[in-house]
Each structure stands twice: as structure tokens, then as C-alpha cells.
């Protein structure tokens, strides 16, 4: 809201590129270091824990607050900024992307990490095809995040 929109829609939906992609890898290897049966074992345990979770949130009436999330992750960030605000990485990424952009970027990249999102494009990208997989998600980040 205090920002200009273009900047943090750029730097969230970068953020989610990067784990759409970095998931549709880890898709990709997983599987080659583990067995097929594991990653399908796994997968399953995780999507009916993911599912019963979301039963007990609903039946208990609890809403999950993601206001207390980003208010520590913003007070994290900002004691992070002042330290490294002289930076030469700090002083590279302000040359073409700006602060904004930045935090924004992080701020989704840390709340979004570990996501229900993120186990299910990780399964799908290791049963179907990853660029189908990528794409698909990238249209719906992208569908997602510019209308939020």
C-alpha cells in the first residue's frame, strides 16, 4: 500500500518464478536420488497431513495469522538492511533493482518457502512433465499475485 505496486508485483512475482523453478528441480532430482515409491509415499503423507490440517483449522473456527508472520519478518529484514546496507551485493542489486522490488522479493520468497504450493508443484514436477509444471504455475502466480 505504501509502495509502488509495479515494483512489489515485479519483486513477489520474481520471488515466486524463483520457487516454482527451484521446486520443479527439486522434482527432478528427487527422485533420481530416492525411489519413485518413496517420493510417491512421501508425497501422499504430506498432502493428508496437509488436508486433515486444514479440516482441524476449519472445524476449530481458527483463521492462521499471517499478520504476525510479516510483521517479524519485516522487523527481521530491516535489522538485516541496516547491516548490510553498504554492502558491494547491496550496492549491485540497488543499480537495477530497487529496494522495493527487493524486499518484496524476500518478504514472498520467506513466506511462501515450505508452502503447500511448493510440496505440490515439487510431486507434480516429479510425475509430469517440469515445463508444463513451471509454466502452468507461473500463470497462476501470476494470475494470483496481480490480483491480489
Same mark, same amino acid.
Request: include cysteine; charge should be negative.
Given at each position: ?10 519483486? %513477489?512475482?520474481?520471488? #515466486?518464478?524463483?520457487? +516454482?523453478?527451484? =521446486? ?9 536420488? @530416492? ?48 547491516? %548490510?546496507?553498504?554492502? #558491494?551485493?547491496?550496492? +549491485?542489486?540497488? =543499480? ?9 522479493? @524476500? ?42
Amino acid at each position: 500500500m505504501r509502495h509502488p505496486k509495479a515494483s512489489v508485483l515485479g519483486g %513477489a512475482l520474481a520471488a #515466486l518464478y524463483f520457487m +516454482t523453478v527451484l =521446486s520443479a528441480f527439486l522434482g527432478i532430482v528427487l527422485p533420481n536420488l @530416492i525411489s519413485q515409491q518413496t517420493v510417491h509415499n512421501c508425497a501422499t503423507v504430506l498432502y493428508t497431513f496437509f488436508g486433515l490440517r486444514l479440516m482441524w483449522i476449519g472445524a476449530r473456527g481458527e483463521s492462521e495469522d499471517k499478520d504476525e508472520e510479516f510483521e517479524e519478518v519485516e522487523s527481521t529484514l530491516k535489522d538485516s538492511a541496516t547491516k %548490510a546496507q553498504k554492502s #558491494l551485493l547491496r550496492r +549491485t542489486f540497488s =543499480s537495477f533493482c530497487t529496494p522495493v522490488f527487493v524486499e518484496a522479493g @524476500i518478504l514472498t520468497f520467506l513466506a511462501e518457502w515450505g508452502d503447500r504450493s511448493q510440496i505440490a508443484t515439487i510431486s507434480l514436477a516429479a510425475h509430469q512433465n517440469p515445463i508444463g509444471v513451471i509454466a502452468g504455475a507461473c500463470v497462476g502466480h501470476t494470475i494470483c499475485t496481480s490480483l491480489a
